[in-house]
């Protein structure tokens, strides 16, 4: 796996979660997602953005785009905070399940939406969760 | 702070939302609207979200919220112009906008609206009717 090039952006107050959007979508068009994945990977990395901030107390993204070793393109996207962290990760990923005051849809919702996710978090030691989307094939 | 703005046009109101719909500005769209329904006693509200490239889980709880709150005020809303991809990653996302009528473009959405507020009032009227001959709505068919 290597890493073509890498935007770092800080996930520290409400305006920044646009900000990161912003980001995204400049690189998916960029790299010639169509409309919808597009869409769903934008999606994906507001949810995920939101969480960062609301959950883990602000963080950052990494916006990456990555060769898979054999030339295949892919935008990952990994989103660190230093935040309380999830006790139980399983029960996160499910659908409805919420702390905070979202529909709970956020963590479940994002991993639907792209092909690649990794989500690693202890309690009392942050959240990291990684969202990979790869270019579709011609 | 980015305001959306709220045009009343006889008994509706129309919002098209054009901004960046970040949180503060949804938030702020919801009371703006409730209280903009109230004083201009509308009847119905078209939101007309073209211009929106995505939607995510927060907003869809705000605009189904919205639909929710007009209701309690005795006001119908009409969501028109998403697009497409929008439809595709709201569903695969989970948000189902449920109670919220949807139409094409504004056209469509100003018909529909037409149609929900003559509904509601032609059904009062029966209520007000079978009141007056002295048995409840329900015993009326057949």
Same mark, same amino acid.
């Given at each position: ?62 916006i ?12 990952? /996207?990994?989103?660190?905070?230093t ?10 990923? #499910? ?7 979202? /529909? ?9 939406l792209?092909? #690649? ?22 | ?6 045009? %009343?046009?006889?008994?509706? $109101? $129309? ?20 209280? %903009?329904? $109230? ?24 605009l189904?919220?919205?639909? %929710?709150a ?8 009409? $969501?028109?112009?998403?697009?497409p ?32 507020? %003559? ?24």
């Amino acid at each position: 796996m290597l890493v073509k090039s890498q935007e770092d952006r800080p996930i520290c107050k409400e305006d920044d979660i646009s900000i990161v959007r912003s980001s995204v979508k400049r690189v998916v068009a960029l790299l010639n997602f169509s409309l919808v994945n597009q869409t769903k990977i934008i999606t994906a990395a507001s949810e995920l953005a939101r969480n960062t901030l609301e959950h883990g107390k602000g963080g950052h993204a990494l916006i990456q785009i990555i060769d898979d070793g054999t030339g295949r393109i892919g935008l990952r /996207m990994i989103f660190e905070d230093t935040g309380p962290g999830i006790p139980d990760t399983d029960r996160a990923l #499910e659908d409805g399940f919420t702390t905070g005051n979202g /529909m709970g849809l956020g963590l479940g919702g994002a991993r639907r939406l792209m092909d #690649e996710f990794q989500l690693e978090s202890h309690a009392g030691s942050g959240t990291k969760v990684s969202i990979t989307k790869w270019q579709e094939r011609l | 702070m980015d305001r959306i703005p709220i045009l %009343k046009l006889g008994d509706k $109101l $129309l919002v098209t939302i054009q901004v960046d719909f970040h949180d503060r500005v949804a938030l702020a769209l919801q009371e703006d609207l409730t209280e %903009k329904i $109230l004083s201009a006693g509308a009847k119905g509200v078209l939101i007309d979200i073209s211009a929106l490239e995505m939607v995510d889980s927060f907003m869809g709880r705000v605009l189904g919220n919205i639909a %929710k709150a007009s209701r309690l005020l005795d006001c119908e809303t009409v $969501l028109v112009g998403m697009q497409p991809a929008i439809a595709i990653t709201i569903t695969e996302l989970g948000i189902a906008l449920q109670g919220i009528h949807t139409a094409l473009n504004a056209e469509g959405g100003m018909a529909l609206l037409e149609r929900l507020i %003559k509904a509601k009032s032609n059904r009062g009227r029966t209520a007000n009717a079978s009141k007056i001959a002295g048995r409840p709505p329900n015993l009326q068919r057949g």
